[in-house]
């Protein structure tokens, strides 16, 4: 008997990509799924498009927020909270996705059941639809013997050690399959984070079990101006210094570990506490630039002697002067 996979299609005004995006989803040759839509009171013709779909498709069902959430990682977890299935999918609306992509992450999870998670490898996507690239050059820098360019299985905690503390190399949520009873083991995602949610779920379940990787882009990650990551973007404001090593999810990601007694190497802990000196550094900066003296050199300071780096913040600081 197939095991059955709950597929989570959060959408809040995507109605020009979500008809593509049901359809990806139909013709997955793995079919033993149950997927919900879960619009967050979407202001377009969403609405519209998945009542149209789902009385043609029985394994496809609908649920409707009456107000807007604020955030999509409320959907996750809502989603997941409603799964039935041990699998899950979180089929972001505007993406989509290869006929193959269920079949392949299903049978790598399936496989060894420590394997908390499985994803692939994504193409770029723009709004008309083109592929315009592959996330492989995404982790090129991180990857000198070109490890990504074939399938692998790995320790959670090396993987995070070797690439996951320095960026997200797991960029798009729907390229992932992983299991809910680690998703919720961790707490689900944290509802707060408005862009790296998915990063932080992914650094806490990857401390229960392994990653499974596969070369091939079975995804599309499609980035418009519409996308959660090109919001945050436009919606920042312009007098405030925009984190470019998130700080914030990193913090959350450390009073994780000490929550879980999680022990992980010194050295991976240095550098995670190198990219949030070099977060405050810059912040101080930005802060002596807009006449906030004493926050600033207060952050210059930090970042200067915790861990102790040579940034050169402190000269920067006095060429202020």
Same mark, same amino acid.
């Given at each position: 008997?197939?095991?059955?996979?709950?597929?989570?299609?959060?959408?809040?005004?995507?109605?020009?990509?979500?008809?593509?995006?049901?359809?990806?989803?139909?013709?997955?040759?793995?079919?033993?799924?149950?997927?919900?839509?879960?619009?967050?009171?979407?202001?377009?013709?969403?609405?519209?498009?998945?009542?149209?779909?789902?009385?043609?498709?029985?394994?496809?069902?609908?649920?409707?927020?009456?107000?807007?959430?604020?955030?999509?990682?409320?959907?996750?977890?809502?989603?997941?909270?409603?799964?039935?299935?041990?699998?899950?999918?979180?089929?972001?609306?505007?993406?989509?996705?290869?006929?193959?992509?269920?079949?392949?992450?299903?049978?790598?999870?399936?496989?060894?059941?420590?394997?908390?998670?499985?994803?692939?490898?994504?193409?770029?996507?723009?709004?008309?639809?083109?592929?315009?690239?592959?996330?492989?050059?995404?982790?090129?820098?991180?990857?000198?013997?070109?490890?990504?360019?074939?399938?692998?299985?790995?320790?959670? /905690?090396?993987?995070?050690?070797?690439?996951?503390?320095?960026?997200?190399?797991?960029?798009?949520?729907?390229?992932?399959?992983?299991? /809910?009873?680690?998703?919720?083991?961790?707490?689900?995602?944290?509802?707060?984070?408005?862009?790296?949610?998915?990063?932080?779920?992914?650094?806490?379940?990857?401390?229960?079990?392994?990653?499974?990787?596969?070369?091939?882009?079975?995804?599309?990650?499609?980035?418009?101006?519409?996308?959660?990551?090109?919001?945050?973007?436009?919606?920042?404001?312009?007098?405030?210094?925009?984190?470019?090593?998130?700080?914030?999810?990193?913090?959350?990601?450390?009073?994780?570990?000490?929550?879980?007694?999680?022990?992980?190497?010194?050295?991976?802990?240095?550098?995670?506490?190198?990219?949030?000196?070099?977060?405050?550094?810059?912040?101080?900066?930005?802060?002596?630039?807009?006449?906030?003296?004493?926050?600033?050199?207060?952050?210059?300071?930090?970042?200067?002697?915790?861990?102790?780096?040579?940034?050169?913040?402190?000269?920067?600081?006095?060429?202020?002067?």
């Amino acid at each position: 008997m197939s095991t059955s996979v709950q597929v989570i299609i959060p959408n809040y005004n995507h109605a020009s990509y979500l008809a593509e995006r049901l359809k990806s989803i139909a013709l997955q040759t793995y079919g033993t799924f149950q997927a919900v839509v879960l619009d967050d009171f979407s202001a377009d013709t969403s609405r519209d498009i998945i009542d149209a779909f789902v009385i043609t498709d029985p394994r496809f069902s609908k649920y409707y927020n009456t107000v807007n959430s604020g955030s999509t990682f409320v959907q996750w977890n809502k989603g997941v909270a409603m799964a039935r299935s041990e699998y899950i999918w979180i089929a972001e609306s505007d993406d989509s996705a290869d006929p193959l992509l269920l079949q392949t992450l299903i049978a790598k999870l399936g496989a060894d059941p420590e394997i908390v998670l499985a994803y692939c490898q994504s193409n770029r996507m723009n709004a008309e639809g083109e592929v315009t690239g592959s996330w492989l050059d995404f982790t090129a820098d991180l990857d000198p013997e070109g490890l990504f360019t074939t399938d692998f299985i790995m320790d959670g /905690k090396e993987y995070i050690q070797r690439f996951l503390i320095h960026r997200n190399t797991i960029p798009n949520a729907s390229a992932v399959l992983f299991r /809910k009873s680690v998703f919720e083991k961790v707490g689900g995602a944290l509802v707060n984070l408005k862009t790296n949610g998915d990063w932080l779920t992914w650094l806490k379940m990857l401390c229960f079990g392994k990653v499974a990787f596969v070369a091939a882009s079975y995804n599309y990650f499609r980035y418009h101006n519409k996308s959660v990551i090109a919001k945050a973007h436009q919606t920042e404001h312009k007098n405030t210094y925009r984190e470019q090593y998130d700080t914030v999810m990193r913090r959350e990601f450390v009073s994780f570990l000490k929550q879980h007694a999680i022990g992980l190497s010194p050295k991976l802990l240095q550098t995670n506490q190198y990219y949030i000196s070099l977060d405050l550094g810059h912040k101080g900066l930005y802060e002596l630039k807009s006449g906030q003296f004493f926050m600033g050199w207060k952050h210059v300071l930090i970042a200067s002697f915790y861990p102790k780096m040579q940034s050169g913040f402190i000269k920067k600081a006095l060429g202020l002067l």
